[in-house]
């Protein structure tokens, strides 16, 4: 983790988000040497986000849940 004095972090706030962002090292932010903020980056929860991930991608045609062929005609039943 990188250290930086809160002078210099408002100067560059813009660039050091930026550099955050794009690297996902968070930086702390010292005043007088001592830690008062840590910049972080966000995390994504897409990413995370495992149920309804396939939402979009296929289409379901006709009944999911009935048997599409009689119970009856099944072989294993017999």
Not at 15 to 31: C, N, W, Y
Request: hydrophobic residues 45%; aromatic residues 6%.
């Amino acid at each position: 983790m990188k250290k930086i004095a809160a002078g210099e972090f408002k100067a560059r706030c813009l660039t050091l988000m930026d550099d955050v962002k794009a690297t996902r090292v968070p930086i702390l932010i010292t005043k007088r040497g001592k830690p008062v903020a840590k910049l972080v980056p966000v995390v994504d929860k897409k990413k995370d986000d495992w149920i309804g991930r396939l939402n979009g991608k296929f289409k379901v045609t006709g009944d999911i849940v009935a048997p599409a062929v009689p119970l009856e005609d099944w072989e294993a039943l017999r």
